[in-house]
């Protein structure tokens, strides 16, 4: 069992990783305080914005926006590229930071720090290949064509599980597009986020960009609200609960403004009868316990064919026993804590739940460390065994909760698999390959992201990144998502010297 760190060595640590970054405590202090999930205890304490510093925010991002749009594109993506290299000199930096405030182990810091790193790369190339089409006109003399424009001002509201590189999807794009950004981070996660802003700051002044094209604001869900409702914001990407896409939905949809939806996942895997259990078995404990069963593709669900269910259950269960829980600063932790008590205690009404519906809990669930730090939350994932997909299995229990189910045809699996109301993420092992692609078919899985031997989480940044249903449709990162940031305008140029009407319209006067 390892000892946790007491509350001035993490916040020493939090202080140097932020000045590291050119963030001065001074010029943020404030009376919000910043918990670790480590021990509890405060890192930091915090200025939130008020509502004038959004409104200011959003006059200056549109002005800087003028200057931007027209700036060449692979000027825009130099911007990026200086960027991508400030992150990648101040890796550990922020990668301390993000498990300081949200409790990652430092492999899984590092990660999201690198898939910031990756988004720039993408960026860059992306800032010479914003591509419009063209396409023949039926008039003679006639071309006709697309170009892409950017939006204006991009608002950015993030989670706190994925507290810098959600931002840096969205920004390292919306950048090379043309538009300025402005970012409201979680606030249980707003050091890593002034950190990473920061060092966008610097490579913004040391290429002599327009200054307020990437602005940060803090504070809880009014300062979010307040960019949600303000007219001069072009496009809201919200990543976050699909309660959160609820309430701002129909507002954004109400002043017509554009939006991203990046809501809550419920993601399963099926484990056919024909799969590699030793490939399975790694995959799902992965994604169930990995950043303690915090991302939206965590796996919550598992569906296992009735000849295999009860092996592939007592194999998990064995490597479930040999998980190290503990301090994410200890190289050999796996699973960290949970980010606070507001999370263990629906991790343990979701399981009173399942037991309620016929569930038997095979393994974990119970609070470690809790006599080291009483307002820190190490949890042992647990297991649930059930025989159908009961209601709680339908909702999001954002903690390590795995519930496992079984399944007689493929059919059958991929029902259960589609039959909650989220669309995110979801898996198949199996070495039919028959299954395989039936699983990612039209007729199979209707999740956004849907993967063959490998687990639910993990994405890499060059696919589009995005959910059905209730999470959201949007999606962002790579492939064409970039279009999501800009808007397109057909043109129609006349070179005839006459004036012909389509679809053979007369009409002369
Ligand atoms: P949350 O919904 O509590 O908060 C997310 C962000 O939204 C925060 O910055 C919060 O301040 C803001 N917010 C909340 N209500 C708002 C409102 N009414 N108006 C404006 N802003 C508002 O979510 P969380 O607990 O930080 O994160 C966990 C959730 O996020 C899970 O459901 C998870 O699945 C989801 N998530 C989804 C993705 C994805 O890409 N689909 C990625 C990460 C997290």
Same mark, same amino acid.
């Given at each position: 069992?390892?000892?946790?760190?007491?509350?001035?060595?993490?916040?020493?640590?939090?202080?140097?990783?932020?000045?590291?970054?050119?963030?001065?405590?001074?010029?943020?202090?404030?009376? =919000?305080?910043?918990?670790?999930?480590?021990?509890?205890?405060?890192?930091?304490?915090?200025?939130? /914005? &008020?509502?004038?510093?959004?409104?200011?925010?959003?006059?200056?991002?549109?002005?800087?926006?003028?200057?931007?749009?027209?700036?060449?594109?692979p000027i825009r993506g130099a911007l990026v590229k200086?960027?991508?290299?400030?992150?990648?000199?101040?890796?550990?930096?922020?990668?301390?930071?993000? /498990?300081? &405030?949200?409790?990652?182990i430092k492999s899984e810091a590092l990660g999201e720090?690198? !898939?910031?790193?990756?988004?720039?790369?993408?960026?860059?190339?992306?800032?010479?290949?914003?591509?419009?089409?063209?396409m023949p006109s039926e008039r003679p003399g006639h071309?006709?064509?697309?170009?892409?424009?950017?939006?204006?001002?991009?608002?950015?509201?993030?989670?706190?599980?994925?507290?810098?590189?959600?931002?840096?999807?969205?920004?390292?794009?919306?950048?090379?597009?043309?538009?300025?950004?402005?970012?409201?981070?979680?606030?249980?996660?707003?050091?890593?986020?002034?950190?990473?802003?920061?060092?966008?700051?610097?490579?913004? =002044?040391?290429?002599?960009?327009?200054?307020?094209?990437?602005?940060?604001?803090?504070?809880?869900?009014?300062?979010?609200?307040?960019?949600?409702?303000?007219?001069?914001?072009?496009?809201?990407?919200?990543?976050?609960?699909?309660?959160?896409?609820?309430?701002?939905?129909?507002?954004?949809?109400?002043?017509?403004?554009?939006?991203?939806?990046?809501?809550?996942?419920?993601?399963?895997?099926?484990?056919?009868?024909?799969?590699?259990?030793?490939?399975?078995?790694?995959?799902?404990?992965?994604?169930?316990?990995?950043?303690?069963?915090?991302?939206?593709? /965590?796996?919550?669900?598992?569906?296992?064919?009735?000849?295999?269910?009860? &092996?592939?259950?007592?194999?998990?269960?064995?490597?479930?026993?040999?998980?190290?829980?503990?301090?994410?600063?200890?190289?050999?932790?796996?699973?960290?804590?949970?980010?606070?008590?507001?999370?263990?205690?629906?991790?343990?009404?979701?399981? !009173?739940?399942?037991?309620? &519906?016929?569930?038997?809990?095979?393994?974990?669930?119970?609070?470690?460390?809790?006599?080291?730090? =009483?307002?820190?939350?190490?949890?042992?994932?647990?297991?649930?065994?059930?025989?159908?997909?009961?209601?709680?299995?339908?909702?999001?229990?954002?903690?390590?909760?795995?519930?496992?189910?079984?399944?007689?045809?493929?059919?059958?699996?991929?029902?259960?698999?589609?039959?909650?109301?989220?669309?995110?993420? /979801?898996?198949?092992?199996?070495?039919?390959?028959?299954?395989?692609?039936?699983?990612?078919?039209?007729?199979?899985?209707?999740?956004?992201?849907?993967?063959?031997?490998?687990?639910?989480?993990?994405?890499?940044?060059?696919?589009?990144?995005?959910?059905?249903?209730?999470?959201?449709?949007?999606?962002?990162?790579?492939?064409?998502?970039?279009?999501?940031?800009?808007?397109?305008?057909?043109?129609?140029?006349?070179?005839?010297?006459?004036?012909?009407?389509?679809?053979?319209?007369?009409?002369?006067?």
């Amino acid at each position: 069992m390892s000892t946790l760190p007491n509350q001035s060595e993490l916040a020493t640590r939090a202080k140097e990783a932020l000045e590291k970054c050119g963030v001065s405590s001074s010029g943020r202090l404030g009376s =919000h305080k910043v918990l670790s999930p480590i021990n509890g205890e405060e890192l930091a304490a915090l200025k939130w /914005s &008020e509502l004038d510093d959004v409104e200011r925010a959003v006059e200056r991002a549109n002005k800087d926006f003028l200057v931007w749009r027209s700036t060449p594109a692979p000027i825009r993506g130099a911007l990026v590229k200086h960027f991508g290299a400030l992150l990648q000199e101040h890796k550990e930096d922020i990668a301390t930071l993000i /498990s300081l &405030e949200v409790g990652k182990i430092k492999s899984e810091a590092l990660g999201e720090v690198q !898939e910031m790193i990756d988004i720039c790369d993408f960026a860059i190339g992306l800032s010479r290949q914003l591509y419009g089409r063209t396409m023949p006109s039926e008039r003679p003399g006639h071309r006709m064509m697309e170009t892409w424009h950017p939006l204006g001002v991009v608002g950015v509201i993030s989670a706190f599980n994925f507290p810098t590189a959600v931002w840096s999807w969205n920004t390292a794009i919306a950048l090379v597009c043309g538009n300025s950004v402005i970012w409201k981070p979680s606030e249980l996660a707003p050091l890593s986020a002034l950190a990473s802003a920061s060092l966008l700051d610097r490579a913004i =002044h040391d290429l002599g960009a327009p200054r307020y094209i990437s602005q940060v604001v803090m504070g809880s869900s009014e300062v979010g609200a307040a960019l949600v409702d303000h007219h001069g914001v072009a496009l809201i990407s919200a990543t976050g609960s699909t309660r959160m896409g609820r309430e701002i939905g129909p507002r954004l949809a109400q002043r017509f403004a554009r939006c991203l939806l990046e809501l809550g996942g419920n993601n399963a895997a099926v484990v056919s009868e024909s799969a590699n259990l030793d490939l399975a078995i790694r995959g799902i404990v992965f994604a169930a316990v990995g950043t303690a069963g915090q991302r939206c593709t /965590s796996m919550r669900r598992v569906i296992a064919h009735v000849d295999i269910i009860d &092996e592939l259950c007592t194999r998990l269960e064995e490597a479930y026993q040999r998980l190290p829980i503990g301090n994410p600063l200890d190289d050999n932790t796996l699973v960290g804590p949970l980010i606070n008590g507001a999370a263990f205690a629906l991790m343990q009404s979701a399981i !009173e739940t399942a037991k309620s &519906e016929g569930g038997r809990v095979l393994s974990g669930g119970t609070r470690r460390l809790e006599d080291q730090a =009483h307002s820190a939350y190490y949890v042992e994932p647990a297991i649930v065994r059930l025989d159908r997909q009961t209601n709680i299995v339908l909702r999001e229990s954002f903690a390590p909760l795995l519930y496992v189910m079984p399944y007689e045809t493929l059919d059958e699996a991929i029902a259960l698999n589609n039959g909650v109301p989220q669309g995110l993420s /979801s898996c198949i092992f199996t070495t039919d390959q028959s299954e395989a692609e039936r699983f990612v078919s039209e007729v199979g899985s209707d999740c956004g992201i849907v993967n063959v031997n490998i687990g639910t989480s993990g994405a890499e940044i060059g696919g589009a990144f995005g959910g059905e249903k209730e999470t959201g449709g949007g999606r962002e990162s790579g492939s064409d998502s970039w279009r999501a940031y800009m808007r397109r305008a057909t043109n129609t140029i006349n070179f005839s010297g006459a004036l012909p009407l389509a679809q053979g319209v007369e009409f002369t006067v």
